[in-house]
C-alpha cells in the first residue's frame, strides 16, 4: 500500500480555523487528522501541504518511519510550532488507516478505553460585549445554558491575546487592571453559582509575582 496524495484544508470556528488533512493511498483505504494550532492557522496550513509532498509514494503502515523522517527531514526549523503540527495531523491520518486496516478502533491498538466519559469545559464564550463584568455574566449564564458544567476564560483580557502596547513591558498589572480582572471573575462565579468550576487562563502574559499575587486575591473571593 503506498500514499498516493494528502489533502489539506481549513474548517472555520469562532476564534480560529481548524486545520484537518485527509491521506489518500493505492487502495480504498483513507485517514483524516487533525492539525490545529493557534495562532497561525494559514502557517500550519502550508507545512501540512509541504510535507504533503514529501510522503507519495511511503508506505502508510510505516508509522514510526514516516513520523521520524519528516521530524528529521526538517529537524533544522525547529521542535515545536508548524512543523510539529503537521506531523501531528499526519500522524493522526496514518493510526485512522492503520485502524481501518486492522478493522478496530484505535484506541484498541493503542491499549483499550480508558475513560467512557469524558466532562467538558466551554471556552471562547466570552468574546461579545463590552469587556465589563456584567457583559461577562450574561454571556456565562448563555453559556450554561448550553449544558456546559466548566468552563475557561482569560479574566486579565478580552479579545486580545497577542503583546501589545496595552501590557506592560515586564508584564505586570495595574491595580485598575487587577480590580477588573476579579470583578470579572466574581460576576461570572455569582452567575454561576458557588460549585460551577472555573479555569483561570492567563496566556503567559502574567510575570512570577504578579501570577501569586492574582492567585491569592482569587482564592480569597471564594472562586471555585
Request: charge should be negative; proline fraction near 4%.
Amino acid at each position: 500500500m503506498k500514499i498516493t496524495g494528502i489533502k489539506t484544508w481549513l474548517v472555520e470556528g469562532v476564534k480560529y480555523n481548524w486545520t484537518l488533512l485527509k491521506v489518500y493511498t493505492d487502495s480504498d483505504l483513507t485517514g483524516i487528522g487533525e492539525a490545529t494550532n493557534w495562532p497561525g492557522s494559514p502557517m500550519v496550513l502550508a507545512a501540512c501541504e509541504h510535507v504533503a509532498g514529501l510522503l507519495v509514494g511511503e508506505d502508510p503502515t510505516r508509522l514510526d518511519y514516516i513520523w521520524t523522517k519528516l521530524y528529521r527531514d526538517m529537524h533544522w526549523l525547529g521542535q515545536a510550532g508548524p512543523l510539529m503540527s503537521a506531523i501531528s495531523g499526519v500522524d493522526i491520518a496514518l493510526w485512522d488507516i492503520a485502524g481501518k486496516r486492522a478493522g478496530m478502533p484505535v484506541y484498541e491498538m493503542l491499549g483499550g478505553a480508558y475513560r467512557k466519559e469524558i466532562e467538558l469545559y466551554a471556552n471562547y464564550w466570552f468574546l461579545e460585549g463590552d469587556g465589563s463584568a456584567e457583559s461577562y455574566a450574561r454571556q456565562a449564564q448563555a453559556m450554561s445554558r448550553q449544558g456546559f458544567a466548566a468552563c475557561k476564560f482569560d479574566t486579565f483580557a478580552h479579545v486580545n491575546y497577542r503583546y501589545g502596547s496595552d501590557l506592560a513591558a515586564n508584564l505586570s498589572l495595574s491595580s485598575r487592571q487587577k480590580q477588573t480582572a476579579l470583578d470579572r471573575l466574581t460576576a461570572v462565579q455569582e452567575a454561576l453559582g458557588p460549585e460551577f468550576p472555573i479555569a483561570v487562563e492567563t496566556h503567559a502574559m502574567l510575570n512570577g509575582p504578579t501570577a501569586v499575587e492574582m492567585a491569592e486575591r482569587i482564592a480569597a473571593r471564594g472562586i471555585n
